[in-house]
Every structure is written in C-alpha cells, then in structure tokens.
C-alpha cells in the first residue's frame, strides 16, 4: 500500500464562545483537514489547529508545507512506515501540529488496513475518559456560573482555570470563587499560560493554599530558567509543562532539569507515536500526565480520547475534552456528547474519525 494524495483542506468555523487566555484568544476556529489517500482506497484523516500564539503555525504555513515539502515526504511512501515519514519530515524543524496530524493518518491508514480501530492498537485500556472542562477569561461570577452548569449539565467534576491576569488579586479571588461555589469535591488546577513571572506565581500558590489545588501549568515563562527552577523546587504542587514542553526531547530536559513535575501530552502536536514516548518517559520517571486540549474540535478531541483511553497512565486523570462545546459546529458525522461526565472512545475502524460531506463544502475555504 501506497500514500497517493496528500489533501490539505483549510476551514472556518465560529466559536459560539471566543477563548481568552493569557497567551492569546481564538474567536474562530481556523484549522487544516488534512487526508491521506491511499492506492488501495483508504483514506486517513486528522485535524490540524495551527496555533499563531503558541507554535508560530498558520493556515498557510501548513497548507504550504503540505503541498510541497512534506507532500513530498509522504507521496509514494507506505503508510505503515512511521519512522521513515518522521524521520523525513523532522529534517524540518517545528510545525508541530502539521507532523501531529500526519501521525494520527497514518494511524488512521494503518487501523482501517487491519480492521482494527486505533484505539485497540495502541493499548485498549478503557472505553472512555473522564472530562476535564477548560473555563476561558471572563468576570468572576461568569466563571463559576459557568462550571456550575458544565457540572450540571454534562456532570463534569474537574476544572482547569485559565488566570494569569493581573492584577493578581482578579485570579485568586476568581480561584477562590470557584472552589466556594463548586465545594470541595471538584478538582481545580489552574493554568497561566506563562502570564505572571515566577514570582508572582509564587504569591498566587501562596494566597491560594488552602483551595486544594491538584495542578499549576505554565505559570510563568520557562525559558527564564531559574525563576522556573526555584519554583517549581517551592510549590507544593506539580508545576505542569504544557507549552514548554511540545516534543518527547523538551519533555525530557524540562523534568530532568527540574522546569516542570509533571507534563501535558496533546496528541494535536506530538501525534500518537510521539505521545506514545512521552507518555511512556512519564510513566518511567513517575510524573503525572494530563491528555491537554490544543482547542480542539471533535475530530481533535476524538484523537485525544483514542489515545488518553489506550492507556492505564494516561487514562488515570481527567482529560481535556470540552473545547469542542464553544464551538458552533463540527465537520464530524458522529457528534462526541459528554454523558455523566465521560467521553466514550469511539468504534469502528481506524480512528473513527469520520467527515461529513456536506459540511465540509459548507467551511471549507479553498473552494466555493
Ligand atoms: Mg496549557
């Protein structure tokens, strides 16, 4: 079996509900559907959301990629050859999410040649995965009525809070709030997307200690070295590397070296394979791990599940599941729905990830 077509399809969808954090703000989704074809007739599909704010990636960085250098790489190749098309594309430096989609494509390829879905191959561990529900910037009293209802409504019992705000006064009281609010039975950590510095993160896990607090990603910015490194030696709790560590090597350096105690894993940028050795380096060195959200949609979401659920350790947290709920639609056949507070894994071949056709000629942007 053969790649014979490399598709880099882009489209727009509304957010219902923009996203604001402190590194950024999404008000639509703009994101790449790319396909692999095969000569046998399969085809392979995964969601690319390029990420200007955090990765430097666009549209048209990726659709570019994938029309020249990296079509190269893939056209005329055998879909189960991973390690060649990685090899190949890892010539280039960055771009993760372009190389993240091409992995779970062929993953995608390789799970319909076999029969078996994705899911199975990678390890089978459980059918679905508790939800992690990301609250964006918004007033105080927005913020808890907001967890309220996802709690409510999609019985979701974990929350991560996006702060990083000053003054710092806003996000302790908002921290505060919530945890009044949701009682104490609700799991709360919270990520700055490298909005304070070390030591206002520090002021923030010193008035926010009595809140039982599980986690602190990307508190501050960890290429300023020491500052991360005399935090994360003072908290109490694990200090998460989410964007500082967006490949298997800065995962590595930033536990080794002691930037980070524990790391998010989204399959949105290191794929299956590369999640896959993340995970397994975690597991070896005993940190924990979170499946994060790259603000997914449902066909995003539905790698990140495949995966978090192969997986005893990575299927031992909640994962970050709901972003695809701010958005007014999806070009996805089969809706994910978040039932007493679970995603299940989806069945069928391959990944289960599946398009619909109408709907993709309704955002695609290359085309009318
Ligand atoms: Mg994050």
């Given at each position: 079996m053969k790649i014979t077509e490399v598709e880099a399809i882009p489209y727009r969808i509304p957010m219902r509900k923009a996203l604001h954090f402190a590194s950024g703000e999404v008000h639509a989704i703009e994101h790449v559907l790319l396909r692999l074809t095969t000569d046998e007739g399969l085809v392979g599909t995964a969601d690319i959301p390029p990420r200007p704010y955090t990765y430097g990636e666009t549209v048209?960085?990726?659709?570019?990629?994938?029309?020249?250098?990296?079509?190269?790489?893939?056209?005329?190749?055998?879909?189960?050859?991973?390690?060649?098309?990685?090899?190949?594309?890892?010539?280039?430096?960055?771009?993760?999410?372009?190389?993240?989609?091409?992995?779970?494509?062929?993953?995608?390829?390789?799970?319909?040649?076999?029969?078996?879905?994705?899911?199975?191959?990678?390890?089978?561990?459980?059918?679905?995965?508790?939800?992690?529900?990301?609250?964006?910037?918004?007033?105080?009293?927005?913020?808890?009525?907001?967890?309220?209802?996802?709690?409510?409504?999609?019985?979701i019992d974990t929350f991560k809070v996006k702060v990083g705000r000053r003054p710092l006064a806003l996000d302790i009281e908002l921290t505060r709030a919530l945890r009044g609010a949701l009682g104490p039975d609700v799991e709360l950590y919270l990520d700055a997307n490298r909005g304070w510095t070390a030591t206002e993160a520090r002021q923030v896990l010193d008035a926010t200690a009595d809140l039982d607090l599980t986690f602190f990603e990307e508190p501050d910015d960890a290429a300023e070295v020491l500052g991360r490194r005399w935090l994360v030696r003072l908290s109490r709790i694990p200090i998460v590397a989410d964007e500082s560590a967006p490949s298997l090597g800065d995962a590595a350096r930033e536990i080794q070296t002691g930037g980070a105690s524990a790391l998010s894993i989204k399959t949105a940028r290191t794929g299956f394979t590369e999640s896959a050795k993340i995970l397994a380096y975690a597991e070896a060195v005993g940190v924990d791990v979170l499946m994060g959200n790259q603000i997914d949609t449902q066909l995003g979401s539905t790698a990140t599940v495949v995966f978090g659920a192969a997986f005893a350790y990575s299927a031992r947290r909640a994962a970050e599941l709901s972003n695809f709920l701010d958005m007014a639609d999806d070009l996805t056949v089969r809706p994910l729905s978040i039932v007493d507070g679970f995603v299940a894994v989806p069945d069928g071949v391959g990944t289960g990830i599946e398009i619909d056709p109408d709907k993709l000629a309704h955002y695609r942007l290359d085309e009318e």
């Open positions: 048209a960085s990726v659709t570019g990629l994938l029309r020249g250098l990296f079509r190269d790489a893939l056209v005329g190749t055998d879909p189960f050859a991973r390690e060649r098309v990685h090899e190949r594309l890892n010539r280039t430096v960055g771009n993760p999410t372009t190389k993240g989609a091409i992995d779970i494509a062929l993953w995608d390829l390789a799970g319909q040649a076999v029969g078996r879905s994705v899911h199975a191959l990678l390890g089978g561990y459980t059918d679905r995965l508790r939800v992690s529900h990301m609250l964006g910037f918004d007033e105080v009293p927005a913020m808890v009525d907001e967890a309220q209802r996802y709690r409510d409504e999609y019985g």
